[in-house]
């Protein structure tokens, strides 16, 4: 099986094994001091970084209690000119204590000014849950749901479980 890696340094990784983004995590670890029990929820940061730098443009990217993982100017130099147009869903509790909800707001402000995503329902939905730590709500559920349909149908989703919600 081809592993396909364009990098492995710390802060950047493409691989279709995930190879490199375990080290990449296990490389934030060292730096930024986290503790392990810190570190098990990435798949918001991944996306993004993902989405951020692939070749391959994606119908929308969602993202729950996270945050841009690289630095704006390494962000900005590896940046893909279709992430401007990639709708972005993405939500965060104002209590969540491993992703601070001002991560989320400066990471949104970036792509929306910096980057040039729009403030709109095809670009960036940025969803405020009051008092939610880092876990999901039935609201933030159905508040995905509802972006979701938008994009790719009730047919598509009609298979999909959404636990009893409708």
């Not at 969540?96 to 707001?105: E, F, G, I, N």
Request: overall charge positive; glycine content about 8%; charged content about 20%.
């Amino acid at each position: 099986m081809s592993t396909t890696k364009r990098s492995c340094q710390p802060g950047l990784f493409i691989s279709r094994t995930g190879t490199c983004a375990t080290l990449t995590l296990r490389s934030q670890v060292r730096h930024h001091q986290y503790e392990s029990k810190r570190t098990t929820s990435q798949g918001g940061t991944i996306s993004l970084l993902h989405a951020t730098v692939t070749d391959r443009k994606f119908g929308g990217v969602f993202v729950m209690s996270s945050r841009l993982a690289l630095p704006q100017p390494r962000l900005k130099e590896l940046l893909k000119p279709h992430l401007a147009t990639t709708p972005i869903f993405w939500g965060h509790g104002t209590a969540d204590p491993l992703v601070r909800y001002t991560m989320a707001q400066v990471s949104t402000e970036f792509l929306k000014t910096q980057i040039g995503v729009p403030d709109t329902d095809m670009g960036l939905t940025f969803k405020t849950y009051e008092g939610m730590v880092h876990t999901m709500w039935h609201e933030e559920v159905m508040d995905f749901k509802q972006w979701l349909l938008k994009r790719v149908g009730k047919e598509v989703l009609s298979d999909w479980a959404w636990s009893g919600a409708s």
